[in-house]
């Protein structure tokens, strides 16, 4: 009889160290967490650098199509488009296309060089409105080539510097 009280006695001591044993102290966790922490201060910043290149890459692709667009229009009609949506209207595009930096279908417009001519020449993609900006009026020359510049979705907008392609 006293080896089977014996052998229950090691099993009751055998459950409780089990129990003790099953389970992460606060110091393992800590350890976990901090290095979990590490981790990802590390590899944040170089994920939102790969998200806004790849805005940017799409963005000049976007850009492209649109100019492609616009260099075929001009080639089968032989003047250039009036509005960006004469392009899609005449089914040389779908639709706009998205600007991903901006998240707007708003490109800003450049009209011919030559002055003879009317229409959209090239586009450019929307510049960002500072709040200074915003509240001073458009100038009637800022691409300093004599071309006016607009915008699309917001014909106030502030032209960008520089010129066409």
Known sequence: MRKVHFIARVRQQADKRQIVQTGFTLIELLVVFTLLALL??????????????????????????????????????????????????KQYLRQIPLDPVS???????????????????????????????ASAPPADNATGSGQSVTSVDNPGLAPASGTGR
Do not use: C
Not at 65 to 75: E, G, M, N, S, V
């Open 40 to 89: 990802l201060t590390l590899a944040t910043p170089r994920y939102l650098k790969t998200l806004e290149s790849g805005k940017a890459k799409v963005q000049v692709q976007n850009m492209a199509t649109l100019r492609d667009a616009i260099d075929k229009f001009r080639a089968d009609q032989g003047r250039y488009p009036a509005q960006l949506e004469e392009i899609v209207a």
């Open 103 to 133: 998240g707007t279908h708003g490109w800003l417009t450049v009209p011919p060089p030559n002055t003879e001519e009317s229409g959209i020449y090239d586009v450019r993609p929307p510049e960002p409105v500072s709040a200074t900006a």
